[in-house]
C-alpha cells in the first residue's frame, strides 16, 4: 500500500467522523424536538436520513479513495443527481447543527445566570425548531431550483468601448458561452434554450471559453447534435477549460486518456467549431482585422493541468492591431496579460461559475467566489485592457444555480475616439 493510499484512506476515516459527529446529533433533536410524538412520520423521516447518509459515507470513501474515476456516459446523470441531493441534504444538517451549537451555547449563558429550568428548555427546543424550519425552507429552495428555475438562462449584454478597435468592426457583436459541463445536465432544456436564443441574436463571431465536458469526451455525444446548430457570420471558436484533459478520472493508461482529449478535438471538429490549441485566427473585414488567439488551459494553481503558452498562441498575430484572447481562467488575465501582453484589448474567460451562488443584480454583486478570484463574474478594466468572465452554463457537483443562474453574454464592440 502506496503513502498516497494510506494518506486518502486516512482523509476519509478523518472526514467520515466528522461526517457521523454531525449526522447524529442532527438526527437526534429532530427525532426529540421535531417529530418526537410523530410516530409514523418519524419512521419515514429514520429511513430517509439514514438511506441518504449512507449513500454519503459510501461517496465518501469513492471519491477519497479511488477518486479520480471513470463514471459511463449513460450513469452521468444519475451521478448528478444523487451528487445533488447529498449536497442539499448535507446543507440541511449543517445548519440545523449551528442551531443545535446555539442552542447549546445558549443554554450554558442562562444556567450560569440560573434562570428558570422551564424557560431554558423552551428557549432550547424554540432554537431547535426555529432552526430546522430554516434549514427546511433552504432544502425546498435547494430542490427546486435543481428541478425548476435553476435551469433559466439569463442573457447578459455588454457594449465596450475601444479605440484600438477597427473601424470596419465597430458594432461587432460576439457570442460567449462557458463552460457547458455536458454530463452534468438533468435534460435537454439548457442546450435546447441556448440554441434558440443564441441563434436569434445573428452573432458575428461565438467564443466558447472552455470545459465542454465534466469528465471524459463521451458525454458530449448527446450534445453534439444541438452544439452543430450554433450559428454565426464568423464561426464559433473555442478554447480547452481544466475539465477537458480526462484529469478527473482514472484511466487504465496514460494513451487512453490522450485518446479520450484526441476524441474531444476530433468532437469540437465533427460540429464546425474552431477548436484554438495555442493558436490563432484572423478575422477580415476589407482592409481591417483582428486576430482571435485561443490559449490552452491556463492556471497559477497546481491542481489544473496548465498547457496554455500564450507565446505560442499569438505567434504569427503579433503586427495585428487588435487581439481578443479565449483563455478559461480569468487568472491568466491578472498573472499574464496585463502584466506581459499588453497588446491583448480584450480577454474572455469563464472557470468561476460564480460558485453557482450569490447575488446578482444592479444593487448587489455578491458570490463566495469573491473571495477565490480577483476577476469573478462580469466585466472588468485594467488600463486599456478588459475582461470578461461567463459565469457559464452548466455546473459542477450540485446541479443547479442559486441565484447565479446560467448565462449567454452578448458583447457589442463599439469604436470610441479614446
Known amino acids: 500500500m502506496t503513502p498516497s493510499t494510506i494518506l486518502k484512506i486516512f482523509v476519509a476515516i478523518f472526514t467520515l467522523l466528522i461526517l457521523i459527529t454531525i449526522d447524529y446529533p ?3 433533536n429532530i427525532k426529540d424536538n421535531v417529530l418526537h410524538n410523530k410516530k409514523r412520520l418519524f419512521t ?3 429511513i430517509l436520513y439514514w ?8 461517496m465518501l470513501i469513492i471519491y477519497s479513495i479511488t477518486r479520480p474515476y471513470k463514471i459511463p456516459a449513460d450513469y452521468s446523470e444519475i451521478f448528478i443527481i444523487i451528487n445533488s441531493i447529498v449536497f442539499i441534504t448535507f446543507f440541511f444538517k449543517i445548519i440545523v447543527f449551528l442551531s443545535i451549537m446555539i442552542k447549546c451555547l445558549v443554554s450554558l449563558i442562562m444556567r450560569v445566570f440560573k434562570l428558570n429550568k422551564t424557560i431554558i428548555e423552551k428557549t432550547k427546543r424554540t432554537i431547535v425548531i426555529l432552526g430546522t424550519s430554516i434549514a427546511d425552507l433552504i432544502f425546498i429552495i435547494l430542490f427546486y431550483n435543481l428541478f425548476f428555475s435553476g435551469q433559466d438562462i439569463v442573457i447578459k449584454r455588454v457594449e ?6 477597427p473601424k470596419s468592426f465597430d458594432n461587432y457583436k460576439i457570442i460567449q458561452i462557458s463552460d457547458l459541463h455536458a454530463g452534468s445536465y438533468l435534460n435537454n432544456k439548457i442546450i435546447e434554450d441556448a440554441v ?17 465536458v465534466n469528465f471524459q469526451s463521451s458525454e458530449m455525444n448527446e450534445y453534439l447534435p444541438y452544439l452543430k446548430r450554433f450559428k454565426s457570420k464568423d464561426g464559433v471558436f473555442a478554447v480547452m477549460g481544466n475539465h477537458d484533459y480526462g484529469e478527473y478520472v482514472s484511466w487504465d493508461t ?7 482529449v484526441r476524441n474531444i478535438i476530433r468532437n469540437y471538429n465533427k460540429i464546425s467549431w474552431n477548436i484554438l490549441l ?15 488567439i485561443g490559449s490552452e488551459n491556463w492556471s497559477n494553481s497546481k491542481r489544473f493541468k496548465s498547457p496554455g503558452d500564450l507565446k505560442k498562441a499569438k505567434k504569427g498575430v503579433e503586427d495585428v492591431g487588435f487581439k481578443i484572447l479565449l483563455s478559461h481562467d480569468p487568472q491568466h488575465f491578472e498573472l499574464k496579460v496585463i502584466k506581459e501582453n499588453k497588446d491583448i484589448q480584450l480577454t474572455l474567460s469563464g472557470h468561476t461559475h460564480a460558485m453557482q451562488f450569490g447575488i446578482d443584480n444592479k444593487y448587489i ?3 463566495p467566489s469573491k473571495w477565490a478570484y480577483k476577476y469573478w463574474n462580469g466585466l472588468y478594466k485594467e488600463g486599456h485592457q478588459y475582461i470578461y468572465v461567463n459565469r457559464g452554463l452548466g455546473y459542477v457537483g450540485f446541479a443547479s444555480r442559486i441565484g447565479m443562474l446560467p448565462e449567454i453574454t452578448v458583447i457589442t464592440l463599439k469604436k470610441s475616439s479614446q
Do not use: C, H
Request: hydrophobic share 35%.
Open 278 to 292: 495555442n493558436e490563432n485566427r484572423i478575422i477580415r473585414k476589407g482592409d481591417d482585422s483582428i486576430a482571435i
Open 196 to 212: 434558440s436564443i443564441i441563434n436569434k441574436e445573428n452573432a458575428d463571431m461565438i467564443a466558447f471559453t472552455g470545459d465542454i
Open 160 to 165: 465596450i468601448n475601444l479605440p484600438d478597435l
Open 365 to 367: 454583486k455578491w458570490s
Open 254 to 260: 496514460y494513451k487512453e486518456k490522450q485518446d479520450d
Open 44 to 46: 419515514i423521516f429514520k
Open 51 to 58: 438511506t441518504i447518509s449512507g449513500t454519503s459515507y459510501s
Open 26 to 28: 442532527v438526527y437526534k
